[in-house]
């Protein structure tokens, strides 16, 4: 089982060598990312001379975050601006991994199809689970290696230009959650759904359009805490993650469930 899904994932990496485009958004996610935290919080200050921590409503938000998070409490003002600022930013981190899946996998499903690759590997011996898993993982992993290599940038050029202090305040538990969890998890959610959607539709944009609805409440969260409205504590992470593992874990049921080999044959000749 174990050789049949990495020669099947062996092959996913060599169409995606071959179709550069197919990896571009999540490259294009990234490096956005990676730039307007640091236009926000450093380049805009220093040519304007205002500072961030005189806005209200930043000031109003991190009053309410420093009961969740201790750390901003010992931290000047502009650094606890900072600080609280860079952590919401690193939210649009987890934007990455789910733009980069779902662009692969709707690649692998839809652009199979349209190629007429798809029908030869629904004739092999290989079951329906050991397809799903294969181009699951194919998708996954680089969207995720690009997210890596993003997260390690963003906190390198954080100690660079941030406040003292600020880089030791955004690494905690609830950075980890965030990234070794919602992030991930998130991902895989939108990549099986996208999968699911795949084997019923023959156009890779309304496969990738799933991707929207878990984008929206990822872009709400982040806009939510910096307006101070709320803040996602380290027990509400928790239970995100937990509830984007069981969701992920029935979605991969469904899509099992809607990949009918016969049906897609059939209706794909």
């Given at each position: ?18 179709s ?12 956005v ?42 931290l ?10 860079f ?27 349209q ?44 100690s ?33 759904a ?46 995100v ?29």
């Amino acid at each position: 089982m174990r050789a049949r899904i990495a020669a099947l994932m062996g092959k996913e990496f060599a169409e995606f060598r071959a179709s550069p485009s197919a990896i571009l958004p999540v490259i294009i996610v990234v490096l956005v990312t990676l730039t307007i935290p640091f236009i926000v919080l450093v380049a805009i200050p220093a040519m304007t001379g205002e500072n961030i921590a005189d806005d209200a409503a930043i000031g109003k938000a991190i009053e309410l975050a420093v009961k969740y998070m201790p750390a901003l409490g010992g931290l000047s003002r502009e650094a606890a601006a900072e600080a609280f600022l860079f952590q919401q930013f690193l939210l649009l981190f987890l934007l990455a991994p789910i733009v980069g899946a779902v662009s692969l996998a709707a690649y692998s499903v839809v652009g199979e199809k349209q190629g007429r690759t798809l029908e030869p590997l629904l004739t092999t011996p290989m079951t329906t689970a050991e397809i799903l898993i294969a181009k699951v993982l194919a998708s996954f992993a680089p969207a995720l290696a690009v997210e890596v290599i993003g997260v390690v940038a963003y906190l390198l050029l954080m100690s660079i230009f941030a406040e003292p202090g600020v880089l030791g305040a955004v690494l905690g538990m609830r950075t980890a959650i965030l990234l070794g969890l919602i992030g991930p998890l998130g991902a895989l959610v939108a990549l099986q759904a996208t999968i699911a959607v795949s084997s019923r539709v023959n156009d890779a944009r309304s496969a990738q359009q799933i991707a929207v609805l878990i984008v929206l409440p990822l872009v709400a969260m982040v806009v939510g805490q910096v307006a101070g409205a709320f803040i996602l504590t380290t027990v509400i992470l928790a239970g995100v993650a937990l509830v984007l593992a069981i969701l992920w874990l029935l979605l991969l049921l469904l899509s099992v469930a809607l990949f009918d080999r016969e049906t897609i044959l059939t209706r794909w000749r």
